[in-house]
């Protein structure tokens, strides 16, 4: 069944017409097609042929779609093979009958074909090996030498040289040379020092580097501990309904882990490890159930303190004596009844942190932000540090305040009214002495 077309005048089919390619043609050129192409594009204009100009353009644009990547395959026709076979043969005929004119003839012949036969070749190869620039530097530089060359030639400045090294005594030249040699040695030993001394400074480059990763690697290995630790002592204090319970065994091996993992971490961990106890309401005395041991809730989503006759579950006891927490974060942290007798918290953030009845004596506290801490229960006219003997009323605040003798309060950050009127009053000569603002007008009341 015929297609009719859709216009009057039905484009008519335009003529394929082939070009004889040159006898050294090479395939490289962006019109050359394989035949399944050329097959392809045949089709389709003949399917062209047949369909309305309105379709011409989808058309046009399939059969562009169908032309392949241009190949780089480099053709010799026959006739061109042959010719050069017979330009070697005549070669080799001067040679055999010893006659200079067949040579040269068969010798240009070859060149020429060779030439011919090679040169789409090394185009292609000039194109893809060397960019643009690398083609503009080697000319650049060619083109340099050649100037010099040309230079050193036309200007009369290699005569110069010649007659000046034909004026040299070149036999009393001789001690000059053994001098050059002598510094040629000396500049051998020097390049020897700088070739040794950078080895040196390459190698410790390198321990540096070793030593960072080392450093790097170890903190890795440190938080992973502290992970695993929060991790235990959370399975350890909470039972199934998230209670704490007041299990005395239970307490026993979280005091334990806390006091073994003090012992393998630096002030940083030590001061995460009392973030988390802190927050967890692990180191504060809560009050208890006597009989189930729960702890008891405030009414308002917490737990009940009782610091009077609360239980913690973990008590820190001496765990942090002569301990090194300089510049560590320990914000809202619960430090009250701890031992930080010679402790170091120079630069620590202390703001809203609790050392009611902690020890400080000796404890190094220069440069601390202490916005908010709390260092005595009760009021400042009633209030006094611990005692051996006497229990704390935390009501007036008597034996409720910290052991701050000897402490060196030197540069402290946002320093209370209050708190500076207790350490003054509590701290000793030695403590008066390092409190900002002085303490003129108030009292020794620790009379040493």
């Not at 035949?35 to 644009?61: K, Y």
Request: hydrophobic letters at 40%; a negative charge; one cysteine or more.
């Amino acid at each position: 069944m015929a297609i009719e077309s859709n216009s009057p005048n039905p484009p008519s089919r335009e003529p394929l017409t082939e070009q004889e390619p040159d006898d050294f043609d090479g395939g490289s050129r962006d019109s050359h097609l394989s035949p399944e192409a050329l097959t392809a594009q045949q089709a389709l204009a003949a399917i062209s042929s047949l369909q309305s100009s309105q379709n011409a353009a989808v058309m046009q644009q399939a059969r562009s779609n169908m032309q392949q990547r241009p190949t780089h395959q480099f053709t010799v026709k026959p006739r061109a093979l042959m010719l050069t076979i017979a330009a070697i043969a005549v070669i080799f005929l001067g040679v055999i009958v010893n006659n200079w004119i067949l040579g040269i003839i068969g010798t240009l012949l070859t060149l020429v074909l060779s030439l011919a036969m090679l040169l789409p070749w090394l185009q292609y190869i000039l194109k893809e090996w060397f960019t643009p620039e690398d083609r503009t530097l080697f000319v650049g530089f060619f083109g340099l030498i050649a100037a010099i060359v040309g230079l050193i030639k036309f200007s009369g400045i290699g005569d110069r040289l010649l007659m000046l090294g034909r004026k040299i005594n070149w036999e009393a030249s001789g001690t000059l040379a053994e001098w050059f040699g002598a510094l040629g040695q000396i500049l051998i030993a020097i390049i020897a020092v700088y070739v040794a001394w950078r080895q040196y400074v390459i190698s410790k480059d390198l321990t540096i580097q070793q030593n960072l990763l080392t450093v790097q690697q170890n903190i890795i290995t440190q938080q992973q501990t502290i992970d695993s630790y929060f991790q235990g002592i959370s399975d350890l204090v909470l039972d199934e309904e998230g209670l704490l319970e007041d299990w005395p065994q239970e307490r026993a091996i979280a005091e334990g882990r806390t006091a073994a993992i003090f012992s393998s971490v630096d002030g940083s961990g030590k001061a995460k490890i009392l973030r988390f106890l802190s927050r967890s309401k692990l180191l504060t005395p809560l009050k208890r159930d006597r009989r189930l041991g729960r702890a008891i809730l405030n009414g308002m989503g917490g737990y009940a303190e009782d610091r009077l006759e609360g239980v913690r579950v973990i008590d820190l006891g001496v765990m942090l004596a002569t301990a090194d927490l300089a510049g560590t974060d320990l914000r809202w942290t619960d430090l009250s009844e701890a031992n930080l007798v010679r402790a170091n918290l120079s630069a620590c953030d202390l703001v809203k942190a609790n050392l009611s009845r902690t020890i400080l004596y000796d404890a190094n506290l220069s440069g601390a932000d202490m916005n908010g801490v709390r260092l005595f229960y009760g009021s400042i006219e009633k209030a006094s540090p611990r005692s051996r003997t006497e229990p704390p009323n935390y009501e007036t605040g008597e034996h409720t305040g910290a052991v701050i003798e000897n402490a060196d309060f030197t540069n402290v950050q946002r320093m209370s009214e209050a708190n500076r009127y207790y350490c003054c009053a509590w701290g000793g000569e030695t403590t008066r002495a390092t409190i900002p603002g002085g303490c003129e007008g108030i009292p020794n009341l620790l009379e040493r």
